[in-house]
C-alpha cells in the first residue's frame, strides 16, 4: 500500500486529532477531496458543525480539494447567513414567526455570492473564517485568525482581517508549473514514488520527476 487509506476517518490511530473530513461529512453539498483533513483534538470528526448558515434550498456547495490541511476553530460561513439589503431594514422578520414570515424574502433579494471553493493543498491555520462565495487558489497558505472575504490567488501567503496577500510562495514560472502538474492527481504510487521532491527545499527537484 502507498501511504494512508484514504477511506478511513482517522489516518493514524495514534493522532486520534486528525481526520479525513471526506469520510464524515453527511450533507450531499460539502464536497471533499481525498486526504484533506481537519485538525482538532476535541472534536475532529464533526467538521460540519464548522459550516454554517447551510440551506440545501439555497444551492450554494462547499467545495474543498485534495490534500488540504484544516486547522481546528475554522469557519465556513455560507450564504443563508445573508440578509437582505435592498429594503429599508436588514432584519430577518420572517424567521420570527408570529405572521411576521408574510416577509419572507425571494432568492432575489438576497445577496447570494455562489460555491465556495478552497483549492487542493491548500493550508488554513487556526480560527480562519471564510466568508460565502470566497476562492482559496491551489497551494495556498492562510494565516491564522484570518477572515478571508475576497478571493485568494493560487500559491500565495496571506493572511490579516480582512484577509490579503502577503507574498507570492514562488516566482510565477514555478508556480505556473506547479499548477500544470497537479500532483494532488497523481496515483497514491506515484506520489509515494516522489514524495522526497514534494517535500524537499529544493525547489529544483520538482523539475527533475520523471513518469
Known amino acids: ?25 453527511t450533507r450531499p453539498n460539502i464536497l471533499v477531496g481525498d486526504y484533506t483533513y481537519y485538525d482538532d483534538p476535541v472534536d475532529s470528526e464533526h467538521f ?3 459550516v454554517t ?6 444551492g450554494d456547495r462547499l467545495i474543498i480539494g485534495k490534500f488540504c490541511a484544516i486547522a481546528k476553530g475554522v469557519e465556513f460561513i455560507m450564504n443563508g447567513a445573508n440578509h437582505r439589503m435592498r429594503s429599508v431594514t436588514t432584519y430577518p422578520f420572517n424567521i420570527m414567526g408570529g405572521g411576521w414570515e408574510k416577509c419572507t ?16 493543498d491548500v493550508w488554513i491555520g487556526q480560527n480562519v473564517t471564510v466568508m460565502p462565495g470566497v476562492h482559496i487558489g491551489d497551494g495556498a497558505i492562510i494565516a491564522a485568525n484570518s477572515v478571508v472575504a475576497s478571493d485568494i490567488p493560487a500559491y500565495c501567503i496571506a493572511g490579516g482581517d ?10 510565477q514560472e514555478l508556480t505556473g508549473y506547479l499548477l500544470e ?31
Open 1 to 25: 500500500m502507498f501511504g494512508p487509506d484514504p477511506n478511513a476517518i482517522h489516518p493514524n490511530p495514534s493522532i486520534p486529532s486528525v481526520c479525513y473530513i471526506k469520510n464524515t461529512v
Open 48 to 50: 460540519e458543525d464548522h
Open 53 to 58: 448558515h447551510h440551506y440545501e434550498f439555497l
Open 105 to 120: 424574502p425571494s432568492l432575489e433579494d438576497l445577496p447570494l455570492k455562489g460555491d465556495t471553493v478552497v483549492g487542493n
Open 162 to 171: 480582512p484577509c490579503r496577500v502577503i507574498k507570492a510562495r514562488f516566482d
Open 181 to 211: 502538474l497537479r500532483w494532488w492527481d497523481w496515483p497514491p504510487e506515484t506520489i509515494f514514488a516522489n514524495l522526497e521532491a514534494l517535500c524537499s527545499g529544493d525547489l529544483s527537484k520538482i523539475r527533475e520527476i520523471r513518469f
